[in-house]
């Protein structure tokens, strides 16, 4: 489909797309090994990327990461940093679903202390994190006026009401609260969408997971981030801003689209709508998705409590015993305003990742404190089943990629060709063969999320450690899958 | 029972891509409609037994299909609604754009009766399609999820 695309050979890693159409603003760069650009060229992924290089203002170029797929607008796996003042900020660069992000938590235990209880505890974990079709909680539910506290105040908020520690903030990207959230740039609908999803897990390719560290590979700087040795259990929690961040973003669709017409902004797909940087549409935008930004944060928050509670009641200790301290959350889909040099000159833009992960370098401000002399934790869940991984971000990814590296596996197979290739209960036997424990609310999604649908995540996190945006700390395997 | 098919689920990678048909483009939005609640449930399971109205604009025929789908999909997400069948009675045609008014018909979501497939999050416009041909009209759009 793209196959018309021109590319050139930089590095094994590292193929460039020129500007070879009169409205490509920059050129493209696309990180992947040749197997995993040949997958690219058999969907849209490598045109979406040139569409992105379109973008009144982008700098550099428009960057796809090895995990690219196809996308709406930009590609998943796609990177853009427009100009703050003559640029643009396009809700497409962020997705539907605003802040869909991954957290990790580490206990102080190995897969042996686990395992006799590992299903009991799954169970307590299924039960008491609403998961799948529809999924709402019955006992946490919030109201509007305290919906808008919530999205203003994000983590720290729940952590306030007796959902997390007081430490946890620390360890978000953003510590959990993007200041300029602004509910009164949310719709009504958004917010009736949001009101009973906090503390749901949704459905589709989300997942929660305890896992075990099956290979570490930088001792130092996994020890910084409170990984001890291989076999320690780890929990994986992936979701995002539910129905409240699919809400705004498609809210936000509509008025940028009248923003394209206004300010007569000529694109190459409906898609990329976006507004300049300093227009009224551009500011509410920003300040409805750091809304949906500190929803997401905070319904990891409280997935996260309810785990912990999961372990109290299963193990009838307190779940400090147990570590589940909290390593990083980090967000997929988001748009941030950064500094970063271009032309070795320092520039404020607006940073799309769209399916990206930020991979900030040691000694950033930006990142916690006690991880400063390190990196930031850069996390890349698989797909079910297979591993995850935990990275660290560097210098190298402040050079080439915005600070930004790849967020998952990417899927390679469609989800209608796995529903007729695989079946929901033989997905779930060949997991339990395997001795992993499996809850799932939807034996269809076993079957669509099936691991050979996806590439595989360790030639991701290979590309990214070899051309150096985000370099191997510690490989994850999972003991439980919880799945929407 | 040579029946034409109300829909179909087309290869897509990532997502749910859509080809719903009808004889005017009404009875296509009735079968788009169809086609997203069977992504999320068996739509022969959803009884229709309640009865409600639905009125939604767009400034092109594209923007009142998606509009149509997110006012369904919210109504689900809101207020726990599935519909499996739909009747629309109008669409209009003003300097403004377009309008549409249904009645749809459908039952509160059960987890014990509606078995669960997957979650719609949002509806998109990427390779959205509208193609008429004499008696008629296929939709093609894709839902994320």
Redesign the interface.
Known sequence: MSSKIPLERLTDYTWRIPQYKPGMRVPGIVFANKDLLDKMQT?RTLQQCVNVAHLPGIYKYSITLPDG?????FP?GGVAATDYDEGVISPGGVG??INCGVRLVATNLSEKDIRPKLAELTNAIFKNVPC?????RKDFRVTEHVLDRLVMEGVQWVIDQGLGWSEDAEHCEERGCMKNANPDKVST?AK??GVT?IGTL???NHFLEIQKVDKIYDEKTAKAFGITHEGQVTIMIHCGSR?FG??I??DY??VMERAVHKYKIALPD??LACAPGKSKEAEDYYQAMACAVNYAFTNRQTIMHWVRQSFQQVFKEDPERFGLKLVYDVAHNIAKIENHKVNGKRRKVWVHRKGATRAFPYGHPEIPADYRSVGQPVLIPGSMGTSSWLLVGTEKAMEVSFGSTAHGAG???????AKKRYWGGDIKKALEQRGIVVRA??S??LA?EADPAYKNVDIVADVSHNVGIATKVARMVPLAVVK? | MGEEKKFE?????????VAAYGKDLAEAFENAALAMFDV??KVEDITPKTEDYLEVKGKDEY?LLYNWL?ALL?K???E?MLYSKFQVQEISRSPKGFALKARIWGEK?D?QKH?????V??????RMEIIRKPEKITLKF?L??
Request: glycine share 12%.
């Open positions: 969907d797929h196809e996308g709406y607008g998943i539907y679903d799948g079709l529809g999924s709402r609908t009736n969408r999803q949704g459905s589709g129905g699919h809400q973003c498609s669709l509509r409906r898609e899927r390679m197979m469609s989800r209608t060709a609310a939807s269809v999604v669509e929407g | 689920f087309l290869e897509h990678m990532a997502d749910a891509y999320m449930t923007a997110e919210v689900f997400e809101t726990e979501y987890p078995v669960q497939k997957v979650g999050k949002a509806v998109t416009y990427h894709i994320d999820i």
